[in-house]
């Protein structure tokens, strides 16, 4: 008796969990909503995060190559895209 009440304990806030997640990304999808719709053109960011950097090499792949390289190379690339299509690259 005491295993079933156990599980049903577990079952319970199992389901107590799923609402809470449900109820708080109904409310940040509608302030997300609403942000997008009060936005004007022109106003937003574009944040590019290369990621590893400094002493963090992140991961060592063949020939020593650090991904910290490769990421930043893709933010330069990407940079030169945003600034090609009229974007203030700050």
């Known amino acids: 008796m005491l295993i ?6 577990e079952v319970l806030m199992g389901c107590l969990l799923i609402l809470s997640f449900y109820f ?17 053109a ?5 944040l ?9 090499p992140g991961m060592i792949g063949v020939n ?3 991904e910290k390289g490769i990421n930043l ?9 945003l600034q090609n299509q009229g974007l203030l690259w700050l």
């Open 48 to 56: 590019v995060d290369a990621g590893h950097g400094g002493s963090d």
């Open 73 to 81: 190379s893709i933010s330069l690339k990407l940079r030169d895209i």
């Open 42 to 46: 022109g106003t937003g960011v574009i």
């Open 24 to 40: 708080l990304s109904m409310i940040a999808a509608n302030r997300g909503g609403e942000l997008t719709e009060t936005s004007e």
């Open 64 to 66: 020593d190559l650090e």
């Open 4 to 9: 079933i009440k156990k599980h049903g304990l």
